[in-house]
């Protein structure tokens, strides 16, 4: 694999208050984006694509049981998604694999009229949006 450019993303580490979720819901989804798992152990699990990874880890740390993705710290995590189709496919296929739609009165355009997004909840506050790469040049 060749060397990754200075100052890309290496890995970025999330505590989450159940694992088995975020298998079902995160692993799921990035399995599906093309991540491969990558590390495994009884409190944690890592997904590689590329040079980098995503790490979710179930620590006896946590300070709270849910994720409030409206306070400090993380709010989302966005994905390209190669084309309009895809998104919506995924967004069907998301609710399967505990993923609820947000912000669906304004679905797909909820980020705005040139950018066809969907915006996901997992029951434990995670947030995902996933960005179609086909989408019109804003003027």
Request: charged letters at 20%; a negative charge; hydrophobic letters at 35%.
């Amino acid at each position: 694999m060749k060397r990754p450019i200075s100052g890309t993303l290496h890995h970025v580490e999330i505590w989450v208050p159940n694992l088995d979720t975020a298998i079902t819901s995160l692993g799921w989804l990035l399995e599906t984006l093309g991540y491969t798992l990558f590390q495994s152990w009884d409190s944690g699990r890592s997904w590689r694509l590329g040079p980098s990874y995503l790490v979710f880890e179930q620590s006896r740390a946590l300070i709270s049981d849910r994720h409030e993705r409206c306070r400090p710290g993380l709010n989302h995590l966005a994905f390209h998604i190669e084309d309009r189709a895809t998104v919506d496919a995924l967004t069907v296929e998301a609710a399967h694999h505990g993923w609820y739609l947000l912000f669906g009165d304004r679905h797909p355009y909820a980020g705005g009229e040139q950018h066809y997004a969907a915006y996901l909840e997992n029951v434990d506050g995670f947030e995902i949006e996933l960005v179609a790469d086909d989408e019109s040049p804003q003027p």
